[in-house]
């Protein structure tokens, strides 16, 4: 089965509440070349319009994790063991 015809497949599964097999897994997620510990989707689910309900209810969307930026990218997380610390508290504010 080609990958088109698979895809079609799983959009029929998803629509009629069906099981079906994952295109793509799930990808640990890096900053400054390190690993998190945390899952993130790769690329192709994150820009997918079926990623709610292929993924489920595991599925967030946060800020980067381990940004200590502003304003931190948004990413779709699908498991979180290593969450973003608020720097205010640490430092005995807000």
């Not at 799983?10 to 295109?23: M, R, T």
């Not at 079926?50 to 381990?66: F, I």
Request: net charge positive.
């Amino acid at each position: 089965m080609n990958a088109i015809q698979t895809a079609k497949n799983n959009i029929h599964s998803l629509e009629k509440k069906k099981p079906f097999k994952k295109c793509y897994s799930e990808i640990e997620e890096t900053f400054r070349t390190k690993k998190t510990g945390n899952k993130v989707l790769g690329m192709t689910c994150s820009f997918c319009s079926y990623k709610l309900p292929c993924w489920g209810s595991k599925l967030q969307l946060l800020p980067q994790q381990q940004s200590q930026g502003k304003n931190p990218k948004w990413v779709w997380y699908t498991e979180v063991n290593n969450p973003r610390k608020d720097n205010a508290l640490e430092k005995g504010g807000g």
